[in-house]
C-alpha cells in the first residue's frame, strides 16, 4: 500500500507528460462504456482518471489479483469507475469479475490477457462489444485460437512495446525487486533464465550486468540460435535446473518449470516469474510441502531435504513484489494505450471483426 496515495499520484501524473497529452486528445467518450481487464496499480490512475474526466463510464477488474492495490481502486471509485477487484481475491471471486463486467454492458475492451474477451465467447450472448484492445502476448495467443465477433486491436507487438517495455524494462524491475527483496544480489550466482524472447532477453542482459553467471534455456531453435548468436551459453533444462542459484521464467507459457524440475532444483535456489499470471511453474506441487515466508514475497518450500525460495509464489515477480516498471518508461506504454483507446472509439471501430495489429496512424502521435 502506499503511504500518501495523494501524494504518490501527484508525482506520477508529474513524470507522465506523454499519457498526459494523450489523453487530452481523446474525444468526448459521453456513450462510452469501457470495461479494462488490466493490473490496477499506481500507474493506472492517471490513464483511468483521464478516460472517466473524458465522459467515459469504466469497469475495472484486474488481469491478476497479485498486482492490484486497493487504495488505486478505491480511489478511482470515488472517482467514478466501477471495480470489482481487490489485492489477492479468491480464484472464485476473480472469474465472478469477468461475469460481471460483461454483465455490466460494455461497449469496448481494453485488455491484459483477454480475459473478458475469452469469457464472452463462451457463449452466444453477451454484450455487442463495438471494438476492443489487447496489449499482452499470452492475450494475443488466446485470441489467434478465437474468432473475434469484433475488431481487437494488438498493441502487445508494437516496436515501441516490444522494445522498450518487453526488453528492457520487465529484465530490469525484476532484478531491482530482486534486491529489494532478497537484500542479495546476483555476483557468484548461476543464474538460468527459460526463454528467450524479447522479455527473456532483457531479464538475461540485466542479469549479466548485475554480476550474474547467466544461462538460457530454450526450445525454439531459432530463439535458441539467437541466443548463441547474442552470446549465452544455451543449455538444456532438465540437465541445467540442477546448478542453478536462481531460476526466472519468461515464456508466457503453463508448467514450464514442472515438478520433475523443481525436485532437481538445488538446495536454496531462488525461482521467480516475469509472465503475465503464476502458471509457468508448479507452483501447485510446491503448496502441499511444508512452508513458511522468512521474508515478505519470499516463500520457503521444504522438499526432501533441501529449501527452495518461490518468489511472490509464482506470481508476477516485479509487478507484485516490486512497483514494475518506471513512471517515464511506462508513461511511452500508457500514452499509446490511450491512443489505442481512441482508435477503438473512432476509426477502428470501423473496421471488419478479427485481430489487426494497432496501425501506426494511431499510435505514433502519442509519442
Same mark, same amino acid.
Given at each position: ?13 508529474? #513524470? ?7 489523453? %487530452?486528445? =481523446? ?11 488490466? #493490473? ?15 465522459? %467515459? ?11 492490484? @492495490?486497493?487504495? !488505486? ?8 469507475? @466501477?471495480? #470489482? ?74 516496436? !515501441? ?84 542459484? !536462481?531460476? %526466472? ?7 514450464? =518449470? ?10 536454496? %535456489? ?5 509472465? #503475465? ?67 477503438? !472509439?473512432?476509426?477502428?471501430?470501423? @473496421?471488419?471483426?478479427? =485481430?489487426?495489429?494497432?496501425? @501506426? ?7
Amino acid at each position: 500500500m502506499y503511504q500518501d496515495f495523494e501524494s504518490e499520484l501527484t508525482w506520477a501524473m508529474r #513524470h507522465m507528460p506523454r499519457t498526459r497529452a494523450a489523453v %487530452a486528445a =481523446l474525444p468526448d467518450l459521453n456513450g462510452v462504456r469501457l470495461a479494462c481487464n488490466m #493490473h490496477l496499480d499506481l500507474k493506472m490512475a492517471p490513464l483511468v482518471a483521464g478516460l472517466l474526466d473524458k465522459g %467515459a463510464a469504466v469497469y475495472l477488474t484486474t488481469c491478476n489479483p497479485t498486482t492490484v @492495490q486497493d487504495d !488505486v481502486v478505491a480511489w478511482l471509485e470515488r472517482r467514478g469507475a @466501477q471495480a #470489482h477487484a481487490w489485492r489477492d481475491m479468491s480464484a472464485a471471486d476473480w472469474s465472478a469479475s469477468f461475469d460481471r463486467a460483461l454483465a455490466w454492458r460494455p461497449t469496448h475492451l481494453c485488455e491484459m490477457g483477454a480475459d473478458l474477451t475469452a469469457r464472452l465467447h463462451q457463449s452466444a450472448g453477451g454484450p455487442q462489444i463495438i471494438a476492443g484492445l489487447e496489449a499482452t502476448g499470452s492475450g494475443i495467443s488466446r485470441l489467434n485460437g478465437m474468432a473475434p465477433r469484433y475488431p481487437i486491436f494488438n498493441w502487445d507487438d508494437l516496436p !515501441v512495446k516490444e522494445g522498450l517495455h518487453n526488453r528492457h524494462m520487465v529484465g530490469l524491475t525484476a532484478w531491482h525487486t530482486f534486491f529489494q527483496t532478497t537484500h542479495l544480489t546476483l555476483h557468484e550466482k548461476s543464474v538460468l533464465v527459460i526463454g528467450y524472447g524479447l522479455v527473456g532477453q532483457g531479464v538475461a542482459a540485466a542479469a549479466r550486468a548485475y554480476g550474474g553467471q547467466v544461462t538460457v534455456a530454450e526450445i525454439d531453435p531459432a530463439r535458441a540460435l539467437q541466443a548463441r548468436y547474442d552470446g549465452w551459453p544455451v543449455v538444456d533444462l532438465a540437465a541445467a535446473v540442477g546448478q542453478a542459484d !536462481v531460476i %526466472a521464467t519468461a515464456t508466457g507459457a503453463k508448467n514450464v =518449470l514442472s515438478a520433475s524440475h523443481l525436485q532437481q532444483a538445488k538446495d536454496g %535456489a531462488f525461482i521467480l516469474n516475469v509472465g #503475465h499470471v503464476a502458471e509457468e511453474i508448479d507452483v501447485a506441487f510446491l503448496q502441499h510441502l511444508p512452508h513458511s515466508e522468512p521474508m515478505p514475497f519470499v516463500n520457503a518450500y521444504q522438499l526432501a531435504g533441501k529449501t527452495l525460495y518461490l518468489l511472490a509464489n509464482g506470481s508476477m515477480f516485479n509487478l507484485t513484489a516490486g512497483y514494475g516498471d518506471s513512471l517515464n518508461a511506462f508513461d511511452v506504454t500508457l500514452a499509446v494505450m490511450a491512443a489505442g483507446i481512441g482508435h477503438i !472509439v473512432g476509426a477502428g471501430a470501423q @473496421q471488419q471483426a478479427g =485481430l489487426y495489429l494497432l496501425p @501506426q496512424s494511431a499510435w505514433q502521435p502519442a509519442l
